[in-house]
């Protein structure tokens, strides 16, 4: 059930509006604009100032902004700027700036340049002397970040993994002792694919977060195990859709727990090879000194893998 605007909040944003027009926006410069990852009303004020006083927009899919800038009442010039084509996009939105225009560049979603196109536009604009202004917004990472919970020595974005399964592997194995909080961005049909894979290449027992559909309708976000990532996942194809942003606590968070429970899976590993599950729980407990009953639903999950 919604509610309307209280006569303050109204009062506010006519205020608002009124601040946003006597920002300065000089002319000749690359506006760097952050848009909504889902919900339309996390555009800011000062970006819909920009929108209104630019000349032209690059984008990502000219379509998508179409529709966009359409719903917040706008109708300006589209140039198609993506990852094929920035090199070339670059130089046209060179000349009009050196023209005195001004050009918001913007992607399909989020702020430009971040696992997205844009990072050789503003290279060759800055390149060229020409002035660049950030325009703060929404980014996928970030929002994710801040509802996760999660810490570490910092974080490192990763974004998109490879699409290929062995230069995936190799990727996730060159990040594996890494200490900082991981981010990574997936697609919804690569997603159970790459967090099995992260399971295997970081371990059971660090923690992940799976964030979906952010600040939309049937936005998730479920934090667990990495043991338990793929089969929630799996349990519901509904969990398998949108677009997602996947966290990974850093190596440092599980210390030596995290380094028993990887001997102790190893070492399952190999006496399963030889003897029942019970009896390879038995075993693994006298030896690693662990509780038999962790041990056990390991060594089922390990046999399960197999069958």
């Not at 379509?63 to 719903?71: D, P």
């Not at 050789?120 to 980014?139: E, F, H, K, N, Y």
Request: one cysteine or more; a neutral charge.
């Amino acid at each position: 059930m919604t509610s309307p605007l209280s006569p303050y909040l109204v009062t506010l944003l006519k205020s608002l509006a009124e601040d946003a027009a006597a920002q300065r926006f000089p002319a000749g410069a690359l506006y760097v604009l952050a848009t909504p990852i889902g919900n339309l009303v996390d555009i800011s004020i000062r970006a819909l100032g920009v929108l209104e006083q630019v000349d032209a927009i690059a984008c990502e899919d000219t379509r998508h902004t179409g529709q966009l800038i359409k719903r917040y009442g706008f109708s300006k010039p589209l140039i198609s700027t993506h990852q094929h084509n920035e090199a070339a996009a670059a130089q046209k939105i060179i000349e009009r700036l050196r023209n005195g225009d001004r050009i918001a560049l913007v992607s399909d979603a989020g702020t430009p340049a971040i696992s997205d196109p844009g990072a050789r536009v503003v290279d060759a604009v800055l390149t060229q002397g020409l002035t660049v202004v950030p325009i703060a917004g929404p980014s996928a990472a970030v929002v994710a970040l801040s509802a996760s919970g999660l810490s570490g020595e910092g974080f490192q974005f990763v974004g998109f993994l490879p699409t290929k399964q062995a230069q995936r592997d190799s990727a996730l194995q060159a990040l594996k002792e890494s200490t900082a909080l991981l981010v990574f961005y997936e697609a919804p049909h690569r997603v159970l694919d790459t967090v099995t894979a992260m399971r295997e290449a970081f371990g059971h027992q660090r923690r992940i977060v799976i964030a979906r559909e952010l600040s939309k309708l049937f936005e998730q976000i479920h934090r667990c195990s990495l043991s338990e990532a793929p089969a929630w996942l799996a349990a519901d194809t509904d969990r398998q859709r949108g677009e997602f942003v996947l966290l990974i606590e850093g190596a440092n968070r599980g210390g030596k727990e995290d380094e028993q429970f990887n001997e102790a899976r190893r070492l399952l590993t190999l006496l399963l090879e030889e003897c029942s599950v019970s009896q390879a729980a038995a075993l693994a407990a006298k030896i690693t000194g662990l509780k038999k009953n962790k041990l056990y639903a390991m060594a089922l999950e390990i046999a399960d893998q197999r069958s």
